[in-house]
């Protein structure tokens, strides 16, 4: 069974802030990579399809789907696990979650659905300012 990773994009205001904050950590290969230091145990179920969902101002707004998870040295020498996703931004059906510190594992089942996938999600215009989604949002109207 899939499962994913959740994890809070503090000081982010919405998806592009997020892009734009994630090209300096781009790999060679061309994916981005996000650093935290427990290694996940269920690494099959991850591998397995799932997805980095980020959570923006409160609101699971965004995924990326991971393409690797590996441990390797921090510059001091410590063990840190190196989470890589592919570049691409999937925006979600906006879903409230309340904050916590470093990742939590997220089910199929409880994973917002994509915006344009047709299963339940509501379709945003690209163009819509990033303030008048998150008031949307807010509101519980998208």
Request: charged share 30%; net charge neutral; proline share 7%.
């Given at each position: 069974?899939?499962?994913?990773?959740?994890?809070?994009?503090?000081?982010?205001?919405?998806i592009d802030h997020l892009a734009r904050r994630q090209k300096q950590y781009r790999l060679?290969?061309?994916?981005?990579?996000?650093?935290?230091r427990m290694m996940p145990?269920?690494?099959?179920?991850?591998?397995?399809?799932g997805s980095l969902y980020w959570v923006i101002r409160r609101f699971i707004q965004v995924r990326q789907p991971i393409v690797a998870v590996r441990e390797e040295p921090d510059d001091q020498g410590r063990p840190q696990c190196i989470v890589e996703?592919?570049?691409?931004?999937?925006?979600?059906?906006?879903?409230?979650?309340r904050p916590f510190q470093g990742w939590r594992y997220l089910k199929s089942d409880a994973a917002?659905?994509?915006?344009?996938?047709?299963?339940?999600?509501v379709y945003i215009d690209p163009k819509m300012p990033p303030a008048m989604k998150l008031e949307l949002r807010r509101l519980g109207l998208i």
């Open positions: 069974m899939t499962l994913h990773l959740i994890k809070l994009a503090v000081g982010i205001d919405d060679k290969n061309g994916n981005f990579r996000m650093r935290t145990k269920r690494l099959d179920e991850l591998l397995d399809g996703v592919e570049p691409r931004h999937i925006e979600t059906s906006a879903q409230p979650c917002p659905p994509d915006v344009r996938s047709g299963t339940g999600g």
